[in-house]
């Protein structure tokens, strides 16, 4: 079994940075490739960004490239999203999934079933 926790979450104002963290711990922590989601009231949990277990690849959403950045700290079993240029559309619960496949594509990894791991997220607010 596999255990994923989000941390970092916060209040912005518009124009700022937050980095979140996502560790996954359990058996097979250290080979899991992991993708982050955001879900905001009343909508469909959106893709943000992925990255393989090994760092070498990593995929974002339109809405998102340029201003977030994965990356991976496979020593800490840790993933981290770099957020800047926070804009009120921006807020929302982010979370972490965690997947042991590793033959993968654009289009799969933007999918929530995807992920076989999730935790619980982390709330972003981001005020105007």
């Known amino acids: 079994q596999v255990h994923v926790v989000e941390s970092g979450g916060g209040l912005v104002q518009a124009g700022g940075s937050l980095r979140l963290s996502c560790i996954a711990s359990?058996?097979?922590?250290?080979?899991?490739?992991m993708g982050w989601f955001r879900q905001a009231p009343g909508k469909e949990r959106e893709f943000l960004a992925y990255i393989t277990w090994n760092g070498r690849s990593t995929y974002y959403a339109d809405s998102v490239k340029g201003r977030f950045t994965i990356f991976r700290e496979n020593a800490k079993n840790t993933v981290s999203l770099q957020m800047v240029s926070l804009k009120p559309e921006d807020t929302a619960v982010y979370l972490c999934g965690a997947t042991p496949r590793a033959q993968h594509t654009r289009v799969t990894v933007s999918t929530i079933s995807w992920y076989d791991y999730w935790g619980q997220g982390t709330q972003v607010a981001v005020s105007s």
């Open positions: 359990g058996r097979t922590s250290g080979s899991l490739a």
